[in-house]
């Protein structure tokens, strides 16, 4: 059975920083794209950061750009986002995701992940 587990969410204060892991149990996901999302409230799923198998390519939401950092470790089957500046609307519930066998890019689409966490929170003060 494939988990996805989410940990190192939090309150922090505007300008702070976090580090978001996700790690992976079921099954190894070293070829799978993966990816986070996030979902404030009353608003859609968005995509935040998406990063290949091998690390060599990322992309990123026009609104984390410069201030968020995707990477993953294969060996630990585990992707982390760091997150650095953070602002008021980065408030949300923060969700990692891998992609189906077929992506083979950093995708930014929530149909072209396969399988989700259940998500950590994310609250920054202002």
């Known amino acids: 059975q494939v988990q996805l587990v989410e940990s190192g969410g939090g309150l922090v204060q505007a300008g702070g920083s976090l580090r978001l892991s996700c790690a992976a149990s079921?099954?190894?996901?070293?070829?799978?794209?993966m990816g986070w999302f996030r979902q404030a409230p009353g608003k859609e799923r968005e995509f935040v950061a998406a990063?290949?198998?091998?690390?060599?390519?990322?992309s990123y939401a026009n609104s984390v750009k410069g201030r968020f950092t995707i990477s993953r470790d294969n060996a630990k089957n585990t992707v982390y986002l760091q997150m650095n500046s953070l602002k008021s609307e980065d408030t949300a519930v923060y969700y990692c995701?891998?992609?189906?066998?077929?992506?083979?890019?950093?995708?930014?689409?929530?149909?072209?992940?396969?399988?989700w966490g259940q998500g950590t929170q994310v609250t920054v003060s202002s």
């Open positions: 995701a891998v992609g189906t066998d077929r992506l083979l890019v950093p995708g930014n689409r929530a149909y072209e992940y396969a399988y």
């Open positions: 079921g099954r190894t996901f070293s070829r799978n794209t």
């Open positions: 990063i290949t198998w091998s690390g060599s390519s990322t």
